[in-house]
């Protein structure tokens, strides 16, 4: 990034396709660079109510202390309201028994559409990165994620009533982004714990990536040029599965899904694995467990070709005569009513 402004500028110009931000942007910042980056970023921009976030995760102890600390000094040397809140991570994932970076992540997105909601602000901004957006395509290529999955992150999604989530740096390099706060001569923050192995998307940020960039040094940009066009490729499958759910579901049995099997048959199976999908999400059943391997075993029973399979949450997914029916399995039921 050759000047002060290209950063600016380029913020601007994701803001326009985003987000009508003048209404104003509840920007996350856990002290890091990319996140203080996109905060100056955005204050030169200008035109917009800007607040700011931070959850103290209390994962790394005086640590996690001290990055809010900081954030809190620079938001009062620029003049910008800050508020902080402090969570418990490790305790709260044992507790749930998720997983620790699940966790964190679900009460960081939850903690910042209720507050957003509460300042009346319509937007949450992230500091997510062109090299974020990399790593997350390949990490979910690794784990034979589809077309879905390979879409990366989100540009923007609905995060609470009337707050959208927007992550305008996508189009911005971890490296660029340094040089505009160097150029700035802004601090930030560290996390050491970004260097630890023990995490597997650290190990693609810092063995897997740089072998293929050995291999092709631009390989950054492609990965983010196939969420690009997965995007849109999706898109036009997602519509279409909607359209097949509405015409192929029946009145529902408790808390089984009915669909009617000959629809589903006659649809071809990447669009049944993304009605499917669409189901899952729709009822709220565990989907992180899920593989394109799993979608389409239940593809392959919704379209007769299998009589059952039992899948992860758990569901069961079975052909009876000329339905097919989706659920929680018996021993699922009979816990949850055990639970309440």
């Not at 204050?43 to 976030?53: F, K, N």
């Amino acid at each position: 990034m050759n000047s002060l402004m290209s950063l600016p500028e380029e913020l601007s110009k994701q803001l326009n396709r985003l987000a009508q931000a003048t209404d104003g942007i509840l920007v996350a910042v856990s002290g890091g660079a990319d996140s203080v980056a996109l905060l100056r970023g955005l204050l030169i921009v200008g035109g917009a109510r800007i607040e700011v976030a931070h959850l103290n995760h209390r994962l790394r102890g005086a640590e996690s202390d001290d990055d809010e600390a900081f954030v809190r000094e620079q938001c009062t040397s620029l003049g910008v309201p800050c508020h902080s809140r402090t969570l418990d991570i490790s305790a709260l994932a044992q507790s749930a028994g998720s997983n620790l970076e699940d966790e964190a992540r679900r009460q960081r997105y939850q903690w910042f559409g209720e507050l957003a909601t509460q300042l009346g602000l319509p937007y949450v901004a992230t500091g997510h990165t062109a090299d974020d957006q990399a790593e997350t395509v390949l990490f979910r290529l690794m784990r034979g994620a589809g077309l879905q999955g390979l879409r990366g992150i989100a540009r923007s999604r609905p995060l609470a009533r009337n707050v959208t989530l927007i992550r305008p740096l996508l189009t911005t390099t971890r490296d660029e982004l340094r040089e505009f706060l160097s150029d700035l001569n802004q601090p930030h923050r560290e996390d050491r714990s970004n260097m630890d192995l023990g995490f597997s998307r650290n190990r693609i940020r810092h063995v897997v990536l740089p072998i293929l960039k050995y291999e092709s040094p631009s390989i950054g940009d492609h990965l983010c040029q196939v969420a690009e066009q997965a995007t849109a490729a999706f898109s036009v499958i997602e519509a279409d599965a909607s359209r097949l759910l509405s015409a192929a579901e029946l009145p529902r049995a408790g808390s089984t899904c009915i669909l009617q099997r000959q629809k589903l048959a006659e649809a071809p199976p990447y669009l049944v694995c993304e009605v499917l999908r669409s189901l899952w999400q729709r009822e709220g059943w565990p989907m992180g467990d899920m593989r394109q391997a799993n979608w389409e075993r239940a593809a392959t029973v919704a379209c007769s070709a299998a009589p059952a399979v039992d899948l992860p949450g758990p569901i069961r997914v079975q052909t009876v005569g000329r339905v097919v029916q989706i659920g929680p399995t018996v021993e699922s039921r009979n816990a949850e009513r055990r639970a309440t």
